[in-house]
């Protein structure tokens, strides 16, 4: 069987098992009134993320960010840029958000925190099956922990760092213990839907992780402490490359997140 055919194959089967490709990916980092997290989740879970898919928009996760109690973050996908323009201008400009925006506005103190990316390689793609998301009337289940960890550039991040990253980086965090599910650079093409704003004219490489529960993340970190190639080799080749230090969001899946540790 040919390449071509072969792909074809594995393309059908995805698109069979639901599975959703998304070519571009919003990290979403929300500030709310002190209290009501729960609130905003709770709305969210119900109202907004079938509202969201309908109108073509991939709700990959949500998240209580860990030991930071008034922070709310997210992840959304779509096919590509012209995609996320129409689902956007569907779903704010639609009922389900019109209905409910003042209720989840109310909740917020920031939500322009938001950054644009695309896969850095094929590899480093997202790979969710939305048939697998909890229901509506899922109980509350635990989901892990996921981790973000963003690394930030002077220029666009270059295929080079990102080859150095799949080939001498990823082995020892998994090593370590980590599931790695993706990692992605920024997308720099112009914000199809400007009334959301998002960052602008930052470089930024990230990557996302997941450990089975607490447990595990720290003997994560005590792995990679004792790691004589993470400490004495890979992290100052890291230094080396970025403009400032890392920035790392521990995350912690909300019932219906589609994203978990299990996904990985």
Known sequence: MSDVNIQAGLDLASKQAGEAY???IELRQYTLKPGRRDELIALFEERFIEGQEQVG?????????????DQFVWLRGFTDMEARRQALQGFYYGPIWREHRDAANDTMIDSD????????????????????????????VAGGIIIATLYTFTTPVEAKFVEFFEKEVVPVLRAAGAAISGY???????NTFP????????????WFASFVDEAA??????????????????TPAL????????EVLELLPARRSLMCHHFA
Not at 195 to 206: C, K, M, N, S, T
């Open 22 to 24: 998304s070519c571009i």
């Open 57 to 69: 928009a991939h709700v990959l996760g949500q998240f209580r960010r860990r030991n930071r109690p």
């Open 113 to 140: 925190n938001v950054l644009l990316f695309k896969p850095a390689s094929r590899a480093g793609e997202f790979r969710l099956d939305l048939n697998n998301r909890p229901g509506k009337d899922a109980p509350e």
């Open 184 to 190: 992605f650079v920024t997308e720099a093409s112009e």
């Open 195 to 206: 009334a959301l704003p998002v960052r602008e004219g930052e470089h930024i490489f990230a």
């Open 217 to 234: 993340y720290e003997s994560y970190l005590s792995a990679l402490s004792e790691s004589d190639t993470w400490t004495a080799t890979l």
């Open 239 to 246: 230094q080396g490359w970025l403009a400032r230090p890392q």
